[in-house]
């Protein structure tokens, strides 16, 4: 049951600074408690290196951050959910299961796609390069 703000045991953020502190707890909440938000960083370092190493062009450099950053927020909006759907209930039920795997189904989509414009990208300057 939804309650009234006034009836809420917090505050709602006063300002843009308070906002950006949420958000910025958020993500260091995410990056030490979650494993797989950690392992699609870790990805992220790895091609960010590889993307140097290679020497990629400015055009592959915006398909990659994209790319990067899509994941890292699927990947998190996942966690969102399945924390909000844990607060909700700790009871087996089947649209607390659907909600849950169809979000963890939109990391693996924006993940399958990150890798075959990795793919795309980097196969043809390994080719080049050897
Ligand atoms: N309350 C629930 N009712 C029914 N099924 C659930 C419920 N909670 C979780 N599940 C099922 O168990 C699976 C795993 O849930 P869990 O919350 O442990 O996610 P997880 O394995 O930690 O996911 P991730 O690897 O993305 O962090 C869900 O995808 C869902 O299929």
Redesign the pocket.
């Known amino acids: 049951m939804l309650m009234d703000y006034k009836d809420r045991k917090y505050k709602r953020s006063k300002n843009y600074a308070d906002s950006f502190k949420h958000a910025y707890t958020g993500i260091k909440t995410a990056v030490i408690e979650?494993?797989?938000l950690r392992f699609h960083f870790c990805a992220a370092v790895v091609v960010i290196g590889l993307g140097f190493f290679y020497s990629i062009t400015r055009t592959e450099w915006l398909v990659l951050v994209l790319c990067i950053f899509a994941v890292l927020v699927a990947?998190m909006t996942?966690?969102a959910i399945?924390r909000a759907?844990?607060v909700?209930?700790?009871?087996?039920?089947?649209?607390?299961?659907?909600a849950?795997?169809i979000?963890?189904g939109s990391?693996l989509l924006v993940s399958t796609c990150a890798v075959v414009v990795g793919l795309i990208i980097f196969i043809p300057h390994i080719l080049h390069f050897s």
């Open positions: 979650e494993r797989n990947e996942n966690t399945e759907v844990d909700a209930t700790e009871r087996f039920m089947e649209e607390a299961k659907k849950k795997d979000a963890a990391v």
